[in-house]
């Protein structure tokens, strides 16, 4: 998740009750170091306050890790019938779907999580590089295509949001950064290969 994402995710959380979001599962969490020491601003603009004022958030994942609380897999057709039983309000699911083979199976696991009147919080990136983890399927929806996945749902706020992948790369990697700057300001590097 890119910091403008996370923001705009914020804004919109924020226009909502406690009440109609809380409890939250979060699906493909990964660990609390990823949201809290690699990309903290997940943490401080998405969990943070919910955390402070003690609302819930259930952190799934895949794969067992410090931060992750279930552990499980959503295309196992028993493992969403536990998830259902926490009676969460909210499904956040973000930047999952391009990583999954079957998003039916998926976006059917999330409607079952959830009660009627509930929310899926979903993101997918519409312009961004291959990217796996570990597998990319290049799953790239307009809103559209997007919310047709979810049919049966109403959509409540959609956008496209601007965000740079340079500018988070170059904000999380100090050492990349100062590379780039010692190049440009070196542009004939390594100069016998040219």
């Known amino acids: ?8 995710l914020n804004r919109q959380l924020n226009d909502l009750r406690p009440n109609e979001i809380y409890p939250m599962c979060n699906l493909g969490s990964s660990t609390e170091h990823f949201r809290r020491v690699e990309q903290q601003y997940i943490d401080k603009l998405l969990f943070e306050q919910a955390r402070l004022n003690n609302l819930p958030v259930i952190h799934v994942d895949a794969k067992a890790a410090p931060g992750v609380d279930i552990v499980g897999d959503l295309t196992d057709l028993s493992f969403p019938g536990r998830l259902a039983e926490l009676n969460v309000r909210s499904v956040m699911c973000c930047n999952l779907l391009e990583h999954v083979t079957d998003r039916a199976v998926v976006r059917d696991a999330i409607l079952s999580i959830l009660p009627p009147g509930g929310y899926i919080i979903v993101t997918v990136p519409y312009r961004f590089p291959y990217h796996p983890d570990p597998i ?24 496209f949001v601007r965000a740079s992948r340079f500018a988070h790369e170059m904000n999380s990697n100090y050492r990349a950064l100062c590379r780039m700057v010692a ?9 016998q290969g040219w």
């Open 136 to 159: 990319d399927t290049m799953y790239r929806p307009t809103i559209q295509e997007l919310f047709a996945l979810f049919a049966g749902t109403s959509l409540h706020k959609a956008a």
């Open 183 to 191: 190049r440009s300001a070196v542009p004939f590097y390594r100069p």
């Open 1 to 8: 998740m890119l910091v403008e994402e996370a923001k705009w």
